[in-house]
């Protein structure tokens, strides 16, 4: 297995994402195609001083800049190491993109190369979240902004399968993030999508409020995309913050200094545990490919975390299993019929 990965996405390409990729192949003997320009790359694979055969590097002369227009870059900027990325997938060199770069233009990527699997009117972008119990799969979070409550119900399906199959979670337990577990909460957007998950093949809970998430009694957490971003952006920030105001907080005193050094080992576990990097990047599901999109801030820890997760997607055929369930359950195409006949006057 081979995978292709963006080596001039992120805040700090090529230096950490070569190291990521060295780290993949060190520890999980995952060989990694880097793609960017060629004479950056190998500086820093010779500053690693790493000679390792699972290491290539594919030239590529141009970037996709952080405030570029998604679509006309992937169209205009051919030879984009994103954009090469995608087409060593489609020409059958690799099987599977990661990049931490310009994050609209990997889901426009996905979307016109790899296209949308049948079925699928928008796909989504999903996060594994720490929670009192494990992972939680968050989606979308970011991708569809603006979402029909057929797509929230496509998102349900897609983040199911996910959890099914790539986080090996039975009979994943789906809710509805709403601002109350009443049904009679939410919007209309939440309330109609609410009615369609009802009627569906799945293991749904109802509404959930966003303190919910993190305990653990669901594992997947429905929104649209801009809900969805403000709750990981908004988590990303607390934990930041919480972390700093700990730390104030041990070295002010010479007892809580001590006290620490006593509880070093519980607080190095919980770090690891609420770290992004320990869950590497986000799949785009619903394309007709695995693509992961990583943190534009990714360190080395996180790229090699976001290339194993590219395997692990790939090792349980995760758009195989998404097309069995969509073409088993009929559920996309009954939501669609569903949602034209306004469920939302039940409500």
Do not use: W
């Not at 081979?2 to 700090?12: L, S």
């Not at 950490?16 to 694979?45: C, P, Q, T, W, Y």
């Amino acid at each position: 297995m081979k995978i292709a990965v963006d080596a001039m996405g992120g805040d700090f390409a090529p230096a950490v994402v070569v190291e990521g990729a060295i780290r993949a192949a060190k520890e999980f003997g995952i060989h990694s195609i880097l793609v960017g320009d060629k004479e950056m790359v190998n500086a820093e694979l010779k500053r690693h001083g790493c000679a390792d055969s699972r290491i290539t590097v594919r030239h590529a002369s141009e970037v996709v800049g952080m405030d570029e227009s998604p679509s006309q870059a992937i169209r205009r900027k051919k030879d984009s190491s994103l954009r090469v990325c995608f087409d060593l997938v489609n020409d059958g060199e690799a099987d599977a993109v990661v990049s931490a770069g310009n994050s609209g233009a990997a889901m426009a990527a996905g979307i016109f190369l790899f296209k949308k699997i049948k079925g699928v009117d928008r796909p989504a972008i999903a996060v594994s979240v720490p929670t009192m119990k494990g992972q939680t799969v968050l989606l979308d979070v970011g991708g569809n902004v603006d979402c029909k409550p057929a797509h929230l119900a496509q998102f349900a399906i897609m983040g199911e399968t996910y959890a099914r199959y790539a986080l090996q979670k039975e009979s994943p337990r789906v809710g509805l993030l709403s601002n109350g577990e009443e049904e009679a909460k939410g919007n209309e957007l939440t309330k109609e999508a609410n009615l369609l998950l009802k009627k569906m093949s799945l293991n749904y809970i109802g509404n959930i409020e966003g303190r919910d998430i993190y305990r653990g009694d669901v594992d997947v957490v429905v929104a649209d995309g801009f809900v969805g971003n403000v709750v990981l952006k908004l988590s990303e920030g607390l934990m930041e913050a919480l972390i700093s105001m700990l730390r104030e907080e041990i070295m002010s005193s010479v007892p809580s200094k001590i006290g620490y050094m006593l509880a070093k080992g519980a607080f190095s576990n919980l770090k690891k545990k609420i770290d992004y990097a320990e869950y590497g990047g986000a799949p785009l599901i619903g394309v007709d490919g695995v693509c992961i999109i990583s943190h534009g801030r990714s360190n080395p820890k996180a790229m090699k975390n976001a290339i194993l997760r590219a395997r692990e997607c790939v090792t349980a055929r995760l758009n195989d299993h998404l097309r069995e369930a969509i073409g088993r359950s009929g559920d996309i195409g009954n939501i669609k019929e569903q949602s034209l006949l306004h469920v939302g006057s039940e409500v």
